[in-house]
């Protein structure tokens, strides 16, 4: 590489190359972005556990699941002006800092309002995707952005999949080694994804530059902006068009993240690692399919334009929302998973399509329209929740438990929140379709 494209937007991504500040750079956000989700989700899987100790009743349950997205709207939009005016790496490595302590914190709570509480600060954590695909941008060349956004959030997302998979069993490692009881596993568990949260700070801040040819203050860029790049990414209607597909296929991604364990645990009757297990299914797809969407997005781009991407768009957003539907359906374990397994494809593939048109937008202001539409995902999860929280049906069951005692334990049935929920995304699919619009930009893909 010469000393010249040493200091230049790639413009191919080989995600098995850690050379050149441009590549280490990529691998350190999706990185860190992935422990970001990991630490966001990682009560998800344990939810049964905290529901039991504290009391949980079925509408606090739905407001702890609506706050754990709600306050990563705010933040996606804060942290988008942010970026843009300091850059993303002091950003970032504040923006971990401080969401550490309620991480490291939330296994303190008493009651159900701490809980809440705490369950709200940690959502902040979410912005960390804005700055993820706002870094990835900044690093690689037009032709590539698609794919790089694409498949650094992929990787990232998947984050959400690895703490649904594991937290229940770092729970258990800490009863076995008898630092704590099984009720009181997930408080001690949830100190694992605080501490992880503090090294990535280091790493960000250490490792990484802002741009490719070196970071903002450096540069003098941030004295230098004084244009309102929010603000032109808010008078742009294809921000917007973006921010409602992305509330109709994110917004479903966060949900069943923080869903699936309990659904699964109270509509099949599965373990909680088994449950864990499941939901991590879903999670993990990310890894691919996610990439996968920007890698067609960027193709059908080339030969369609952006009408084209509108198009695949709504494809995979009907694919979505039958698949919900079937799943909210089923009664049987092993279709269950495998409907999940197709939603999530089409969901995950349809995010990275939507990934792929906001490097686009507008090149002053990347970090704004990214906020933006990213908050958009977040206020289709917080909107869901309201849903699951009205369709949700408590139910009665009579258990034994592992003294072989018989007890009566409440469950919760999101059986008619999920099909409703597949119904409206299909319907939204219908309506993107019936969406023809052109983005133009300077930057020729």
Known sequence: MSSISTHQPLTRLNIFSFKGVQMRTFHITWLTFFFSFFAWFGMASLMPLAKEQLHLTKDQLGNIQIASVSATIIARLLIGRLVDAYGPRLVYTWLLVICAVPVLLIGTSQSYESFLLFRLAIGVIGASFVITQFHTSVMFAPSIKGTANATAGGFGNAGAGLAN???????????????????????????????????????YVRYTKDLPNGNYKELGISNQNKENTFMLAVKDY???VLTVAYAACFGVEITIDNFAP??????????????????????????????????????????YGFSGKNVLL??????????IIFFGLTEQLGLAIFLMFLFGMSLKMAN???????????????????????AGGNIGAMLIAFLFKAKAVKVTKDVIDTNGLSKTKELIDYTDAFYTLGIIIFITGIIVLAVKYAIKTKDSE
């Open 238 to 240: 294809r921000t917007w």
């Open 352 to 374: 990275g399509a939507t990934y792929s048109l906001v490097p686009f937008i507008n090149p002053k202001a990347v970090g704004s329209v990214a906020g933006i539409v990213g």
């Open 165 to 203: 998979s594991t937290m229940p069993l770092i729970a258990a490692g800490f009863v076995g080694l008898g630092f704590c009881t099984h009720e009181d596993s997930w408080r001690y568990a949830m100190i694992v994804p605080g501490v992880i949260l503090l090294i990535c700070a280091f790493v």
């Open 262 to 303: 309990i659904y699964f645990t109270d509509t099949f009757d599965a373990s909680l690692k088994t449950a864990g297990l499941c939901a991590g299914i879903f999670g993990m797809i990310n890894i691919f399919a996610r990439p996968l969407g920007g890698i067609v997005a960027d193709k059908v781009g080339k030969i």
């Open 314 to 323: 709504a494809l995979l957003l009907i694919v979505e929302g039958i698949g």
